[in-house]
């Protein structure tokens, strides 16, 4: 039964299957309660204004509106509220953004359910809530150089398979330029090729596959 000490959570995420065993067992805490349940970052945002709920938990990635944009609105119009991203990439850049937005933790689907309402009840006291690995990668994505805008553009097409002479071309520039922002990025993350490059971009989150 609902009373003024109940945690009231909004699970928002695209897969009904992981949306509903969230409610489901979120629902079965004698100190929580779902008050909504939303299938994209629009439909969060709205939902967020009917049932202002204590902790909001936000998957990333979600169409109609990604979870970041989702976030931001959300905390635009209630710098107070609570949210934590929930998401399956543990990419750097993922965790940067995320956090950036405003969320106030950040926690994996594979963490174990057990730690997952315990960065809930974090939250909802107003604590930050980020596990060790997470942390760390946060400090390493400090620590990283920043890629260029042209920089992840061409990273982006590595990723992609495409040789210079492909990149130049979609680019509008010489592949002499091409083999510059190669050789840049290679030095910032700290890779010897093109392949140990593209592994990384993705497990960095600098790079996201459909």
Do not use: C, W
Not at 34 to 45: H, I, P, S, Y
Not at 63 to 80: H, L, N, W, Y
Not at 120 to 134: D, L, N, P, Q
């Amino acid at each position: 039964m609902t009373n003024e000490l109940t945690i009231r959570v909004l699970v928002a995420d695209d897969h009904p299957v992981v949306r509903e065993g969230l409610s489901a067992t979120i629902n079965y805490q004698p100190d929580m309660e779902v008050v909504g349940k939303a299938a994209d970052g629009r439909e969060a945002a709205e939902l967020f204004r009917q049932h202002r709920p204590n902790v909001t938990l936000m998957d990333l990635r979600m169409p109609e509106m990604d979870g970041v944009t989702a976030i931001s609105a959300i905390r635009a119009e209630f710098p107070a509220a609570r949210i934590l991203a929930l998401t399956t990439y543990d990419g750097a850049e993922d965790i940067y953004q995320s956090l950036h937005a405003g969320a106030a933790g950040y926690v994996l689907k594979e963490t174990p359910m057990e730690e997952l309402l315990e960065a809930i009840r974090a939250v909802h006291r107003g604590k930050k809530y980020v596990s060790a690995e997470t942390a760390l990668k946060m400090v390493q994505h400090i620590d990283d150089e920043k890629l260029t805008a042209r920089e992840l553009e061409v990273l982006k097409h590595i990723v992609a398979g495409m040789s210079n002479q492909e990149i130049g071309t979609a680019l509008l520039i010489t592949q002499g330029t091409v083999k510059t922002h190669v050789t840049h990025i290679l030095t910032k993350m700290a890779v010897s090729g093109r392949s140990q490059a593209a592994i990384a971009a993705v497990k960095r989150g600098l790079v996201h596959l459909d």
